[in-house]
């Protein structure tokens, strides 16, 4: 590894962040979308500047920066909040994934896609990402009931696709004549896994948390907790992010001698976060963008009505506020790295359909991680600007 090529190119990616974190403050644009756009330019869709060396860094950044983020979201789950939005949050999410599948699968039988392989792909609109969404409402800086809420639904979002997802590939093996429940118990243990290693982290993290300094943790306490269970789940085969949403889901609620057990993580967070943007736009293909054809047209429409119309349909059955209903759709567009890794193992199961899942699913990424940020702020500043009162306080 040449480090001085490595270190040059680490500072320059950190000011690049800088500077679009000072643009994405003066004109309101997304800084995701800054950032993957300049990963994009900087990459091999662009001008290829970045160094091999620095790319490699990329699969760390991704579990550092996303553990950190699923580690927030469950930190933001206080039992205070689950008791007044838990059922909102839970309404939202499991409707929003079966809407999404139903219209999505629907759509594209009407188009011409075998049943099968339209129900994958139904499955595979499901996954949200979770960093774009949260720095998309963090920069949004209102509404913060809203808010919440979408943390919430992003938190829990991602579990309830990959159980859909699970059954679905069952489901669409049997259509083609072959039943294998092999990936259903990889599910099982994917999300079961996760749920025992998160409490078994976070338990002892809520008693030891803060202890060291009275009042808030330490950054080597509070990295120590999130990198553990991101390496423990990595090597258990687990699900790094619901892991690492337990354990903070668990620590926030247990923990009952500090006031802010994630201070730490807030303050450290930033600069992971730019290093992953920027080489998540380095490593997207905006060739796929123009081979996505008409079935990748369909796709991306039909992904769109049906975050829409589910995100409308679970907020007016768990009695979400009027002024809200319309918005938890638009919000929750962002998609990204689940996806793609949904698309691998479905690529595995269905090899005759391993070009067009993988084709359609990493274009319409590519265009969901770039428009669904700006998507999420303008639906977060839309319902600060009608909600009665426009305090934006819980």
């Given at each position: 590894m040449d480090l001085a090529l490595t270190f040059?190119?680490?500072?320059?990616?950190?000011?690049?962040?800088?500077?679009?974190?000072?643009?994405?403050?003066?004109?309101?644009?997304?800084?995701?979308?800054?950032?993957?756009?300049?990963?994009?330019?900087?990459?091999?869709?662009?001008?290829?500047?970045?160094?091999?060396?620095?790319?490699a860094l990329f699969e760390f950044l991704s579990v550092a920066a996303l553990s950190m983020v699923a580690f927030l979201l469950g930190g933001g789950l206080t039992a205070k909040k689950l008791r007044k939005m838990g059922a909102e949050i839970l309404w939202?999410?499991?409707?929003?994934?079966?809407?999404?599948?139903?219209?999505?699968?629907?759509?594209?039988?009407?188009?011409?896609v075998p049943p099968a392989l339209a129900l994958v792909l139904g499955a595979l609109a499901c996954a949200t990402d979770p960093a774009a969404t949260q720095d998309a409402i963090r920069q949004a800086g209102v509404a913060k009931r809203f808010g919440t809420k979408l943390k919430?639904?992003?938190?829990?979002?991602?579990?309830?696709?990959?159980?859909?997802?699970?059954?679905?590939?069952?489901?669409?093996?049997?259509?083609?004549?072959?039943v294998d429940f092999t990936i259903l118990r990889h599910a099982v243990w994917d999300i079961g896994g996760a749920l025992v290693l998160g409490l078994a982290v976070g338990l002892p993290g809520a008693y030891l948390t803060g202890r060291l300094s009275p009042g808030e943790p330490q950054q080597a306490e509070?990295?120590?907790?999130?990198?553990?269970?991101?390496?423990?789940?990595?090597?258990?085969?687990?699900?790094?992010?619901?892991?690492?949403?337990?354990?903070?889901?668990?620590?926030?609620?247990?923990?009952?001698h500090h006031k802010r057990a994630f201070h730490e993580i807030e303050l450290i967070q930033w600069p992971f976060m730019i290093l992953f943007f920027i080489l998540a736009g380095a490593a997207l293909e905006l060739d796929k963008l123009v081979q996505i054809g008409l079935v990748g047209t369909g796709y991306v429409i039909l992904r769109i009505v049906a975050r829409m119309v589910g995100g409308w349909l679970g907020a007016r059955i768990g009695d979400s506020p009027t002024h809200e209903r319309p918005w938890f759709?638009?919000?929750?567009?962002?998609?990204?790295?689940?996806?793609?890794?949904?698309?691998?193992?479905?690529?595995?199961?269905?090899?005759?359909?391993?070009?067009?899942?993988?084709?359609?699913?990493?274009?319409?990424?590519v265009l969901f991680e770039i428009v669904g940020p700006a998507a999420t702020m303008f639906a977060v500043r839309r319902v600060d600007a009608s909600s009665p009162g426009n305090d934006g306080h819980l």
């Open positions: 040059t190119a680490l500072g320059a990616l950190f000011l690049v962040g800088l500077a679009a974190d000072l643009l994405g403050r003066r004109t309101r644009l997304p800084r995701v979308t800054l950032l993957l756009g300049l990963g994009i330019l900087a990459g091999k869709s662009g001008f290829d500047v970045i160094p091999a060396e620095t790319e939202i999410s499991i409707v929003i994934v079966i809407v999404t599948i139903a219209l999505v699968a629907i759509g594209l039988i009407v188009i011409g919430g639904i992003v938190a829990v979002d991602d579990a309830w696709g990959l159980v859909a997802f699970s059954l679905i590939i069952v489901l669409a093996k049997g259509m083609n004549g072959s509070a990295l120590g907790i999130v990198f553990l269970t991101a390496g423990l789940s990595l090597w258990l085969n687990v699900s790094y992010l619901i892991a690492a949403m337990v354990a903070g889901l668990v620590i926030t609620n247990r923990a009952r759709g638009p919000a929750l567009l962002p998609q990204a790295g689940v996806a793609v890794g949904m698309a691998l193992v479905a690529s595995a199961e269905f090899p005759q359909h391993a070009d067009m899942i993988l084709t359609l699913t990493i274009g319409a990424t």
